[in-house]
Each structure stands twice: as C-alpha cells, then as structure tokens.
C-alpha cells in the first residue's frame, strides 16, 4: 500500500518509516506536522495516512482536523489515527462522514507490532478499526446520560464488536452467535437507536457514530 506518515515525533515518525518500508509498503511521505498534509494527499494520492491527533504548532487538534479535511476531499484514502489519549470529540467528528476505512489507535497500547499491521491492513479494506480501551471508555457513563442504556448487555456487545469494525460474520465467531442472531441484534440496535430506515442512510455507520457521539 502507498502511506503518507504525519507525526511529530521524530524517532516514532522515522520506526514507523522503516517498520512498514519493511513489510513491502511505500512510503511517499512522512511529515512532522499536519498542515501540509492535505496536499501532500493530494499529489501522492496514497491508499492510507497514518496521522497523530496533536501535533505542531498548538498540539490541540491539527491531526484531526487534517483527517476530516482529507476524508472530504478524497473520501476512499484511509485514515489510521494515532493518539495518546481517548478524544471522544474528535473521534465522533472523524467517524461523522462515515466509519469505513477509518482506524483510532492509542499509541501505548500498541503491544505488538502484529496488532499495528493488522489494523493497517483492515483499515485498508474499508473496516473501521477502534481500539478496545476508546470502546470501553466511550461506554463507560452513566445510564442517565448514555442513550445507549435501552441496549441490552448482548446488544451492547454486538454493537461494540461492530464499531471495532468486524462483519456480521466476525461478529458471531466474536460472540459464538448465529449470523441470524447476529443480524438479529443489530435490527434491535438499530431501532432502540431510533436510526432511520431510508436507503440513504447506512445503518451500520450511523449506529458506530451514536456509539461514539454517546
């Protein structure tokens, strides 16, 4: 796959340059800020940008706000974010115009190299990929607040499996559930959501997006 990096740290920036020039990817950028990037997609046309979220001058929401940009211009690039912390905003603002081909990581609980490639790989086959502790700390409010609280615990797990990106197949060899059951789970997920059923809206898109905006 054609990548374009935009990190600031240097050593982080430079791994990432050799991990993945290594496992047969190309590189054709690797930029210590955001605000080139836009158009650094725009001449390299790459498959996925890996971006941090807080990066130079500010380090509020440069990354961020260089992914929406990047989505809106070129909705099929994938976008794999990279973060130190859990930004329920800023994920819910990134997942907005849809949850394909979207990733949210935090940096320190990328253990494994492994895990790394293979959510750069799912991200690049269109899956939204988000890790379980953004999952856990998304969901963790009180039912007061949650209007995720009318899901039952099953529901609730569908629906998190569902957000971390896995297909309703993924979803029942997750869960030991019958695709039947799965989709199933989903319709009542949808409706409990109160989601609308018109064909111009994609179901499975919205529910992540009130996942993540909860």
Same mark, same amino acid.
């Given at each position: 796959?054609?990548?374009?990096i935009?990190?600031?740290?240097?050593?982080?920036?430079?791994?990432?340059?050799?991990?993945?020039?290594?496992?047969?990817?190309?590189?054709?950028?690797?930029?210590?800020?955001?605000?080139?990037?836009?158009?650094?997609?725009?001449?390299?046309?790459?498959?996925?940008? @890996?971006?941090?979220?807080?990066?130079?001058?500010?380090?509020?929401?440069?990354?961020?706000?260089?992914?929406?940009?990047?989505?809106e211009?070129?909705?099929?690039?994938?976008?794999?974010?990279l973060?130190?912390?859990?930004?329920?905003?800023?994920?819910?603002?990134?997942?907005?115009?849809?949850?394909?081909? @979207?990733?949210?990581?935090?940096?320190?609980?990328?253990?494994?190299?492994?895990?790394?490639?293979?959510?750069?790989?799912?991200?690049?086959?269109?899956s939204?990929? @988000?890790?379980?502790?953004?999952?856990?700390?998304?969901?963790?409010?009180?039912?007061?607040?949650?209007?995720?609280?009318?899901?039952?615990?099953?529901?609730?797990?569908?629906?998190?499996?569902?957000?971390?990106?896995?297909?309703?197949?993924?979803?029942?060899?997750?869960?030991h559930?019958?695709?039947?059951?799965?989709?199933?789970?989903?319709?009542?997920?949808?409706?409990?959501?109160?989601?609308?059923?018109?064909?111009?809206?994609?179901?499975?898109?919205?529910?992540?997006?009130?996942?993540l905006?909860?």
């Open positions: 796959m054609r990548l374009i935009a990190e600031d740290s240097a050593l982080l920036r430079e791994g990432l340059v050799r991990l993945l020039a290594e496992e047969g990817h190309e590189i054709v950028a690797a930029l210590p800020d955001a605000e080139k990037l836009p158009d650094a997609v725009d001449t390299h046309a790459p498959d996925i940008v @890996i971006v941090d979220i807080r990066m130079p001058p500010t380090h509020t929401d440069e990354g961020l706000r260089a992914a929406v940009e990047i989505r211009r070129r909705p099929s690039t994938g976008v794999l974010v973060s130190q912390h859990v930004e329920r905003r800023y994920a819910a603002q990134l997942f907005a115009a849809g949850a394909e081909g @979207i990733g949210y990581l935090l940096k320190d609980r990328v253990a494994q190299v492994e895990e790394f490639l293979d959510a750069l790989e799912r991200v690049g086959a269109g939204a990929v @988000i890790d379980p502790e953004v999952v856990r700390q998304l969901l963790g409010r009180s039912a007061r607040t949650d209007p995720l609280a009318r899901l039952t615990a099953r529901e609730r797990d569908v629906l998190e499996s569902l957000a971390q990106g896995h297909s309703n197949a993924g979803i029942g060899e997750r869960l559930l019958s695709q039947s059951a799965v989709e199933k789970h989903l319709n009542s997920v949808f409706d409990k959501l109160e989601l609308p059923r018109t064909q111009s809206h994609n179901r499975r898109v919205l529910a992540v997006l009130r996942y905006e909860a």
